[in-house]
């Protein structure tokens, strides 16, 4: 039987490389986060093409690793220099390094875990972080006017979040410190700026929608969020 990760790469993305743009954007997101310590031991959940990996060694982080279910993510990877580990079972592989990571990051990674399977593989990783260790959670977020292309844009996704439905799970399996963003994909550059107002326009109305129908509202409207947890 094909089991839908064997060649994630190549039916997931275009093209073969990195996608540099991914990595500046991770850089301008998540760099106020980083342990001050370079050599902070670091785990990277679910690596992709590698982005992240290539973000923190950019930055003079050493001891980063990681791991992923697709042998061809595994391939890809260890072909670019960067340590990683096939596993198919993420809680089995997690049992293994209690309190060992400083920081544990999952970029586009839990939508794919089915809910039957979610809390024990996060309750892995809180045990798997050192006791002042951290988190960075990162998902689609389905409060968005997007939220149905970012659900149903990738085949494998399994679940969707709102900052309300992620914190509640993250809470369920013991973290207590958790603060959620909206991920930026803008720049400093004048057409991001532009786009940036004509955005805040277009939330303004949504919002404004939402509270006329009653809906429940949500403070983060950006096509992706991603939360900050404490262990």
């Known amino acids: ?23 500046k954007q991770f ?9 001050k310590e370079k050599t902070a031991r670091i785990l990277d959940i679910g690596p992709g093409r590698g982005e992240m990996l290539t973000c923190l060694a950019n930055q003079g982080f050493s001891n980063i690793e990681s791991v992923d279910i697709s042998e061809s993510v ?4 260890s072909q670019l220099g960067y340590k990683i580990s096939k596993s198919d079972d993420l809680e089995i592989f997690l049992s293994s390094y209690s309190d060992t990571f400083d920081m544990i990051t999952m970029c586009d990674v839990v939508e794919h875990i089915p809910k039957n399977q979610i809390l024990g593989v996060m309750e892995a990783v ?20 997007t939220a149905n292309i970012f659900r149903y844009d990738d085949f ?46 277009l939330w303004l109305c949504v919002k404004i929608i939402r509270k006329i129908n009653g809906t429940m509202p949500h403070r983060i409207m950006h096509p992706v969020f991603f939360a900050i947890v404490k262990k």
């Open 1 to 23: 039987m094909t089991n839908q990760y064997d060649n994630y790469l190549a039916a997931a993305f275009e093209g073969e490389g990195q996608y540099e743009p991914k990595i």
């Open 156 to 201: 494998t996704h399994e679940m969707g979040y709102t900052e309300r439905s992620l914190t509640q799970m993250l809470k369920i399996v013991g973290f207590s410190t958790i603060t959620n963003y909206g991920f930026e994909f803008f720049d400093n550059k004048l057409s991001s700026k532009i786009k940036s107002v004509l955005r805040s326009c």
């Open 126 to 145: 809180r045990k798997s972080l050192k006791d002042a260790g951290l988190l960075i959670v990162q998902v689609p977020n389905m409060q968005s006017v």
């Open 74 to 77: 595994v391939k890809f990877v």
């Open 27 to 35: 850089f301008n997101n998540y760099y106020r986060f980083f342990p």
